[in-house]
């Protein structure tokens, strides 16, 4: 892209000031622009995209922080050259990316506990709620890093793969379950010969 040019985003600057509000102001206004994905350029100063649902956020935390006394601003910056454009994107990337890599990196635990119950002979209904809790809080997680990856960060591939992997497993160790707690399910040669007998051995046949 040339120098002079408008990139397709443009950003907002967020500063907020809370030395005159209190302590919990402060811990809340860290919480919001850490779940949207704030990129800091130094304290209490950072750069989101200007994206209609996150200004209409940024707008509202910044309104809270002046009504409890301390100060914020919000300016749109538009970057017009495109080596610091593509530099800007690669730290949100960056972050995200990180973000992605701890899915990635705990997944397997969730793997290695499916297998591990399984292997002990205890793949029962109680475990397969236990993990659907587990698989839901991965899934949780993978989505709140999904709604603050404004740019496609690479690492996101990685992460859902592996959480569908993950619901692969729990999926295959339900059917254990249910094959321990139920017996296997008849082959479809057996339904059909006890479906030819006639009425009594058919009623046999099924004691």
Request: hydrophobic content about 45%; overall charge negative; proline content about 5%.
């Amino acid at each position: 892209m040339a120098e002079g040019t408008v990139m397709p985003d443009g950003f907002l600057l967020v500063s907020a000031s809370t030395g005159g509000a209190p302590t919990a102001t402060r811990v809340r206004v860290w919480r919001k622009l850490r779940s949207l994905g704030a990129l800091y350029l130094q304290q209490s100063v950072c750069l989101l995209p200007d994206r209609e649902p996150v200004r209409r956020q940024v707008q509202r935390l910044i309104a809270s922080v002046r009504k409890d006394g301390g100060t914020a601003r919000l300016l749109t910056v538009a970057v017009t050259d495109g080596a610091e454009y593509a530099q800007l994107v690669a730290e949100f990337n960056e972050a995200r990316d990180a973000e992605y890599a701890e899915v990635v990196e705990r997944a397997p635990e969730l793997l290695a506990e499916l297998e591990q119950e399984t292997a002990r002979g205890r793949a029962t209904y109680a475990e397969v709620e236990e993990s659907e809790a587990d698989l839901e809080r991965f899934e949780k997680w993978l989505a709140k890093i999904a709604s603050r990856d404004y740019f496609e960060a690479p690492g996101g591939a990685a992460a859902r793969e592996a959480v569908e992997h993950c619901r692969t497993a729990l999926a295959a160790f339900e059917d254990a379950a249910l094959a321990a707690e139920t017996g296997p399910a008849p082959h479809p040669q057996d339904t059909a010969a006890v479906r030819d007998l006639p009425g009594s051995a058919r009623l046999r046949a099924v004691d």
